[in-house]
């Protein structure tokens, strides 16, 4: 299993940016599909956006697409989440997760958290005015 490390996480107005790191350790990071997702208080865990790691096929839920863009750079075991465009529904803990199914789609992925077998501690996003 991989170690996640998130940072990058913080307070910003609506309309702003911010991007998420994922640090990962541990053998065959490129063998893993990667993903992030979010919590809010009192609401589910929903995946925000995920990454195959055969041709680095992406999923987006669509309520960030065209606003959020996820990449990877296995040669630094790293995967951001760069989100433009931010707002106030955008506020929740945003974990980074790696799962192993190089058989399942990414969208099903990304639809059930079960897939993804590490995780890491979160970090808070808050979008406010």
């Known amino acids: 299993q991989l170690q996640l490390v998130e940072s990058g996480g913080g307070s910003m107005q609506p309309g702003g940016s911010l991007r998420l790191s994922c640090a990962a350790s541990g053998l065959a990071f490129d063998h893993y599909a990667i993903g992030w997702f979010r919590q809010a208080p009192g609401k589910e865990r929903e995946g925000v956006s995920c990454?195959?790691?055969?041709?680095?096929?992406?999923y987006y839920v669509d309520s960030v697409k065209g606003r959020f863009t996820i990449s990877r750079d296995n040669a630094k075991k790293m995967v951001y989440l760069q989100m433009n465009s931010l707002k106030s529904e955008d506020t929740a803990v945003y974990y980074c997760a790696a799962g192993f199914n190089p058989f399942t789609a990414i969208q099903s992925m990304c639809a059930l958290s079960k897939f993804f077998t590490s995780w890491g501690q979160g970090t808070q996003v808050t979008v406010a005015s």
């Open positions: 990454i195959n790691s055969r041709d680095d096929t992406t």
